[in-house]
């Protein structure tokens, strides 16, 4: 995995210019939820998505799906780092979605996911076994006050592609 390739991914997810152009055009839903990386390192990716009226569901919290995009989000952009314009590339796919719900989300959420290390390592098993690899990874939802929202668990597909 190319150091300065994986840098310049970082940099460019923060910026909000042009994550939020990949967005609009990439995943438009995801520029509407005004969705954001606000970290984004080896070890962790922060994404926060906002209590706003397209969010919103009846019971005046933040959709259930708007929060499980976010929460997406924080696992696949830890694996989108590793892989872009990487030589093999990857195949990724989300083959698995388990999620907690413990209180309403009326504010900013931000999702946390701390498997960066492990993901990066997975990627690398991959590459070495040429067979695909599945890479289990949770993100927990938190409120401003750092209280526990819901938990999501994602169970990704990865495959180096044949040169």
Same mark, same amino acid.
């Given at each position: 995995?190319?150091?300065?390739?994986?840098?310049? =991914?970082?940099?460019? /997810?923060? !910026?909000?210019?042009?994550?939020?152009?990949?967005?609009? &055009?990439?995943?438009?839903?995801?520029? %509407?939820?005004?969705?954001? =990386?606000?970290?984004?390192?080896?070890?962790?990716?922060?994404?926060?998505?906002?209590?706003?009226? =397209?969010? *919103?569901?009846?019971?005046?919290?933040?959709? &259930?799906?708007? #929060?499980?995009?976010?929460?997406?989000?924080?696992?696949? /952009?830890?694996? %989108?780092?590793?892989?872009?314009?990487? *030589?093999?590339?990857?195949?990724? %796919?989300?083959?698995?979605?388990?999620? $907690?719900?413990? +209180?309403?989300?009326?504010? =900013?959420?931000?999702?946390?996911?701390? $498997?960066?290390?492990?993901?990066?390592?997975?990627?690398?098993?991959?590459?070495?076994? !040429? *067979?695909?690899?599945?890479?289990?990874?949770?993100?927990?939802? %938190?409120?401003?006050?750092?209280? #526990?929202?819901?938990?999501?668990?994602?169970?990704?597909?990865? +495959?180096?592609?044949?040169?």
């Amino acid at each position: 995995m190319v150091p300065e390739k994986t840098n310049r =991914i970082r940099r460019l /997810a923060v !910026k909000s210019f042009y994550f939020r152009s990949y967005l609009f &055009w990439k995943l438009p839903m995801g520029f %509407l939820s005004g969705m954001r =990386i606000k970290k984004l390192n080896e070890d962790k990716c922060i994404v926060t998505v906002p209590f706003k009226w =397209i969010n *919103k569901n009846p019971f005046k919290s933040t959709f &259930w799906a708007v #929060l499980g995009m976010a929460g997406e989000m924080s696992t696949a /952009a830890l694996i %989108l780092q590793y892989t872009y314009q990487q *030589k093999p590339s990857f195949s990724t %796919l989300p083959l698995k979605c388990e999620a $907690d719900f413990i +209180k309403k989300a009326v504010g =900013i959420t931000s999702f946390v996911c701390n $498997d960066g290390k492990m993901i990066k390592d997975k990627l690398k098993e991959a590459i070495n076994t !040429k *067979k695909p690899v599945e890479i289990k990874v949770s993100t927990q939802g %938190l409120d401003e006050s750092s209280n #526990l929202i819901c938990q999501f668990h994602f169970t990704w597909s990865v +495959k180096a592609r044949d040169y």
